[in-house]
């Protein structure tokens, strides 16, 4: 069983960076994989990014390549989402999730979930 908490999310302005976190219980946190999911009002969830088990490698939806990065930190169960140059459109409660597998990765198809934090962009 893994337990999953964000923090860092808050009110900023566009252009600006923010880093959310996500700490995780559990012994075996480095054989999972993780990721970033986030949803707007009124869409639904959708991928951000995710990391395999170490260093990588990582994978990040279109809208956020570039802008966005996925990083963990094994020793301190805590997997990071740098977000930089952020834009109104990405307001939304981000999510970060756990699973053993590699297998649809930008899917929802996660074992464990968060309860998200929400990031709000203003113009």
């Known amino acids: 069983q893994v337990q999953l908490v964000e923090s860092g999310g808050g009110l900023v302005q566009a252009g600006d960076s923010l880093r959310i976190s996500c700490a995780a219980s559990?012994?075996?946190?480095?054989?999972?994989?993780m990721g970033w999911f986030r949803q707007a009002p009124g869409k639904e969830r959708e991928f951000v990014a995710a990391i395999t088990w170490s260093r990588g490698p990582t994978f990040y939806a279109g809208s956020v390549k570039g802008r966005f990065t996925i990083s963990r930190d094994n020793a301190k169960n805590t997997v990071y989402l740098q977000m930089n140059s952020l834009k109104p459109e990405d307001t939304a409660v981000y999510y970060c999730?756990?699973?053993?597998?590699?297998?649809?990765?930008?899917?929802?198809?996660?074992?464990?979930w968060g309860q998200g934090t929400q990031v709000t962009v203003s113009a």
């Open positions: 559990g012994r075996t946190f480095s054989t999972y994989v």
């Open positions: 999730a756990a699973k053993t597998s590699s297998v649809g990765l930008v899917t929802l198809n996660y074992d464990y």
